[in-house]
């Protein structure tokens, strides 16, 4: 919505939804087919208008037994025996694919997930066809991932994404899983299954052999069931923290291997030789890109006392400027928070974050009649004890907090029970080095932030999981050694 | 002059926690004997407090052994190793008795368990650039990604191999740069007592790794429940308990090792299986720009 407030005027810009064709129901994708589950069907909703886009299926415990029993069998007859080149040409393939339909790709995810086309056109998209092309090639290399020669696929993964990158999260998920020679059943989550199910049409357009691939719709029972099946061999999940530990729970005592991204409460700090224009779209960046909707959010901003008012004053000027609103709107830089389960949460910890004392600043800003919608928001006077400063809010709000000295920055940064992603902004090389040495986090981002590549391992130290997805290391979560 | 009939002078003993050699707090000891039955010691049997203790000493060391240089850690694990080879004899008939193995085996272990060390502290140095290095990512941006310490390491001894087990299970988690809170053999302690003390002379700075005699089944919930381990192995776990750990440990999202169906043979080489799961991966981003 453009705010009277704002400097600038701009004209709706909406990206074309004539490009997608959502059918008015979905099965669950098994064994190469569409098929109807036998559970309830559920409504995917667009966030941004409450529309209902489609209804999807929430498959069964029968229907996760199908779906593991298909992906055993391609494993053993088809997948599994097959030449390593070939398992990377049809990986290839997808790739390819994803890049040919990409704007289709990207107007669905906006749709589903409320997030502004810009990002889905320029960042999950492409990212997510470079993850197939960038395992791909792994496919028939993998004597050289560092375990040894001739390490071994680990069976049937199953696994489970978020809402917050959806297709972006597949294909971190399906690629390394692929290359390595697996088969896997993937849950997308509750809330945004429409481009999984459009993913089940590209692998079906790549000729992938049936049951490499199996997608199942569904809520939480569905991942539960689909976790805990005995012939299972690799669980690999993406989410909250709360959901890991009972995953790891569950698999506790069994032979499944088990990768956890869960999630985070990154600091972001900026120090008094930062160039604070470069700093404040940084953090612009870290905190305010997806909704805040991200695990690696810089939502702990830790400024050096003696620039707080000038980068706190900076960073209001640049919030005035954001536009929040359609999420096909081209212009659009902070979309609809994807549900009102997470909506509540949102303003919950940010209700609590003011009675606590913290002070709440939202520029003027229009939201959107309907749909699900939550300004831009910082807090400052926030101290580490603060719930704002400790739970992930996984929205657009900021919690500002001060340091004096290298050593404090360190030492708030590091008290956290999540240890995923940090900031460093600062124009002395050595004292990033330094910083950078000393924080207890996965991803360091210095002097940029909310960076992905795949050749570059992603995942959390702490309580934000264990194992790695990106780069060699991502497949070696996928490898058994064959000394092991 | 000592003739023949002079009374030996008997070892006490005791753990190993922060670099001293204390009692149990709980008071507790237990008899160990050898193979056939005959009395060796009293040990002391470290209680919850005692567990906790370690934890602290482990964690205060944390930041001085992960922060010294990977030729310094290297040159001090190798020092275990010179100091343990004037211990060969003793180890010898230590282990011999324990275990209840002839001279030559014995001795063949404890030649394992000292090369161990050294095969360990070679690799302490090299495990950045075979584990890490610089990833080409799409952007204008300098990308790398280095392995670093997980942090506290609770370690549940092998419980048969008294000597080349636990060196086996220890040294890969120092290392990596962790450090330790180990539970030793619960029948066959003595060894870990004295490699104690040839670690507490072999500058392994006090609380980077800490012994604790005692029962695995006990402690081991105390050290997988608690909330500032960041890892344990549950090699030397009971069977019928280890599945009960693994549930604690996902409470704070311990990195673990499950144990193996049947205590592995020590004398294979261990490749990199032991340290990667102690260890993280950073990966720090810059731009690259004029």
Not at chain 1, 45 to 65: G, H, K
Not at chain 2, 41 to 48: D, E, Q, V
Not at chain 2, 114 to 140: F, H, S
Request: hydrophobic share 40%; charged share 20%; with cysteine.
């Amino acid at each position: 919505m453009t705010t009277s407030s704002s400097p600038f005027e701009y004209a709706p810009a909406p990206e074309s939804r004539s490009i997608v064709d959502i059918a008015p129901s979905y099965g669950l994708f098994i064994d190469g087919e569409f098929v109807d589950g036998t559970g309830d069907a559920f409504p995917s909703v667009n966030p941004a208008t409450e529309e209902v886009l489609t209804e999807v299926s929430a498959a069964s415990e029968a229907d996760v037994d199908r779906a593991v029993r298909a992906a055993r069998r391609a494993f053993e007859k088809t997948w599994g025996p097959m030449r390593a080149a070939d398992r990377g040409k049809y990986l290839f393939r997808i790739a390819r694919l994803l890049q040919e339909r990409a704007r289709e790709f990207a107007v669905l995810e906006s749709l589903d997930n409320g997030k502004p086309i810009r990002e889905s056109r320029d960042v999950d998209v492409p990212l997510a066809a470079a993850h197939f092309f960038y395992y791909a090639g792994w496919a028939d290399k993998l004597d050289h991932v560092g375990l040894g020669t001739r390490p071994r696929a680990l069976g049937v993964a199953g696994q489970v994404i978020p809402w917050n990158f959806p297709l972006l999260m597949l294909a971190w998920k399906v690629a390394p899983a692929l290359a390595a020679g697996n088969t896997v059943v993937l849950k997308p989550a509750e809330t945004t299954p429409l481009t999984a199910l459009l993913f089940a049409e590209v692998c079906r357009q790549a000729d992938l052999p049936a049951g490499v691939v199996n997608i199942l719709t569904g809520a939480g029972d569905t991942g539960r069931a689909l976790v805990e099946h005995d012939d299972v061999d690799k669980v690999a999940f993406t989410g909250s923290t709360e959901v890991g530990r009972s995953i790891a729970r569950a698999v506790a005592g069994t032979s499944k291997k088990l990768t956890l991204e869960l999630g985070g409460k990154a600091a972001n700090i900026v120090f008094d030789d930062a160039p604070i224009d470069q700093a404040v779209e940084g953090i612009v960046q870290g905190i305010f890109f997806n909704q805040g909707h991200v695990c690696c959010a810089g939502s702990r901003l830790l400024v050096q006392e003696s620039i707080h008012d000038e980068v706190v004053a900076s960073l209001q000027r640049r919030i005035g400027t954001l536009r929040v609103g359609d999420p096909l709107d081209k212009n659009t830089d902070i979309g609809a928070i994807n549900s009102a389960d997470q909506l509540a949460r949102i303003r919950e910890l940010s209700d609590i974050g003011e009675a606590e004392g913290a002070q709440r600043w939202q520029p003027a800003c229009e939201l959107p009649d309907r749909g699900f919608w939550y300004p831009p928001t910082i807090f400052t006077d926030v101290s580490s004890a603060h719930r704002i400063a400790r739970d992930e809010i996984f929205g657009p709000v900021l919690s500002v907090l001060t340091f004096r000295t290298p050593d404090e920055a360190v030492a708030k940064a590091n008290n956290t029970t999540y240890g995923l992603s940090a900031g460093i902004w600062s124009e002395k090389g050595s004292r990033i080095l330094k910083i950078a040495n000393q924080l207890r986090a996965g991803v360091v981002w210095a002097n940029t932030f909310n960076k992905f590549d795949p050749t570059s391992p992603f995942g959390g130290y702490k309580q934000s999981g264990y194992g790695r997805e990106g780069g060699r290391h991502g497949l070696a979560a996928y490898l058994e050694g064959a000394e092991q | 002059m000592i003739g023949n009939d002079r009374l030996a002078v008997r070892k006490t003993y005791k753990l190993y926690v922060n670099g001293a050699f204390p009692r149990s707090e709980s008071g507790r000891t237990y008899e160990v004997t050898d193979s056939k039955g005959h009395f060796l010691a009293n040990a002391a049997r470290a209680s919850r407090k005692d567990a906790r203790d370690a934890v602290v000493a482990a964690r205060g060391a944390f930041g001085k052994w992960s922060g010294m240089t990977a030729y310094n850690r290297g040159q001090v694990l190798y020092r275990v190793a010179e100091v343990m080879e004037g211990r060969h004899v003793q180890f010898c008939d230590e282990v011999a008795a324990g275990e209840g193995l002839s001279a030559s085996r014995a001795r063949a272990a404890v030649d394992a368990a000292i090369d161990r060390w050294v095969w360990y502290a070679g690799w302490t140095d090299k495990l950045a650039a075979v584990l890490g290095g610089a990833n080409p990512v799409a952007g204008p941006y300098f990308d790398f990604s280095t392995p670093e310490p997980t942090g506290v390491v609770a370690v549940l001894a092998p419980q048969q191999s008294s000597l080349l087990g636990l060196v086996s299970v220890l040294a890969p988690v120092l290392a990596t740069g962790n450090t330790a809170v180990v539970v030793t053999s619960k029948d066959r302690p003595l060894p870990a007592v004295t490699l104690a003390e040839v670690l507490a002379t072999s500058d392994v700075p006090g609380g980077v790794a800490n012994l604790l005699t005692g029962d695995a089944e006990e402690l081991g919930t105390w050290l997988a429940e608690h909330a500032d381990v960041d890892g344990i192995d549950l090699t030397g776990a009971p069977a019928n308990r280890a599945m009960e750990f693994e549930r604690e440990a996902a409470g704070t999202i311990k990195r673990v090792v499950r144990p193996p169906a049947t205590e592995p043979d020590w004398t294979a080489d261990p490749g990199l299986t032991r340290m990667t799961p102690f260890l993280e991966t950073k990966t720090v981003w810059h731009p690259i720009g004029l």
